[in-house]
């Protein structure tokens, strides 16, 4: 005799966690770079306000980049190697280019992914062109801790 099931034909749940947004776990106080700010400066900011990297804009406030621990981390590998000053380095010649920005209708569940396939630590949320805000990956680890049940019910 084969085994029965007691559930019943399964529905999608669906609740309102579906419908959480980069816009509601953003983060809007950044800490903001600029590309010609010296390394040195970028590196003491990432310690006093304890942040593993951010957002740089030009002088017209425009996004051009993102500079990281891993960015700074290689400058001092490089330094100590080649015997070069690092007081004389700017961001804009250390930051990454390659920017991967998220609009902030997206869902979170497929910037969760994003994270994942992409393997980055934080995107910048852009819309027209505007830097409105940053998500990281710990704030999608806020996000799930104020979440409860197999569901994701709030």
Request: net charge positive; proline share 3%.
């Amino acid at each position: 005799m084969g085994i029965k099931s007691f559930e019943g034909k399964r529905a999608a749940i669906i609740t309102e966690v579906d419908q959480i947004r980069v816009r509601d776990c953003m983060n809007t106080a950044m800490i903001l770079f600029y590309e010609e700010m010296s390394l040195l400066e970028a590196m003491e900011i990432m310690i006093q306000k304890k942040v593993s990297g951010g957002p740089v804009l030009n002088e017209e406030k425009k996004l051009v980049g993102i500079i990281s621990e891993g960015d700074c981390v290689k400058q001092i590998s490089d330094s100590r190697y080649y015997n070069m000053p690092m007081a004389d380095v700017k961001i804009k010649h250390k930051m990454s280019t390659a920017i991967e920005t998220i609009h902030p209708d997206e869902n979170i569940f497929d910037i969760a992914n994003k994270f994942l396939t992409l393997k980055r630590r934080r995107f910048p949320v852009v819309e027209n062109n505007q830097l409105l805000g940053l998500v990281s990956q710990k704030d999608m680890l806020r996000i799930a801790t104020r979440m409860s049940g197999n569901h994701w019910k709030k």
